[in-house]
């Protein structure tokens, strides 16, 4: 069993910065891709980055301001967020995939002001 918990949310203003952190319990290994997603009131949840054995894949609409990145030793995984912009704000999950299993954290509101 895996147990997720984000933090690091928060209200900001446009241009500002939010740096997010997920700490996983239980046994993870930096194969297991680990990874951000943020849901928008009335939208679908959305990839925002994932991280698998050091390489990361980040979603167009955040490239160049949003960077995730892993301690493995610390089970924990970083999302880096400069430049925000109103049209960020959500809740952001991470989650991680265990074998067929992917777990996810409850969630951290980030809210935009312009």
């Known amino acids: 069993q895996v147990q997720l918990v984000e933090s690091g949310g928060g209200v900001v203003q446009a241009g500002g910065s939010l740096r997010l952190s997920c700490a996983a319990s239980?046994?993870?290994?930096?194969?297991?891709?680990m990874g951000w997603f943020r849901q928008a009131p009335g939208k679908q949840r959305e990839l925002v980055a994932t991280i698998t054995s050091g390489t990361t894949n980040t979603a167009d609409s955040v490239k160049g301001r949003f960077t995730i990145s892993r301690d493995n030793a610390k089970n924990t995984v970083y999302l880096q967020m400069n430049s925000l912009k109103p049209e960020d704000t959500a809740v952001y999950y991470c989650?991680?995939?265990?074998?067929?299993?992917?777990?996810w954290g409850q969630g951290t509101q980030v809210t935009v002001s312009s």
């Open positions: 989650n991680v995939q265990v074998w067929e299993i992917v777990y």
């Open positions: 239980g046994r993870i290994y930096s194969y297991n891709t």
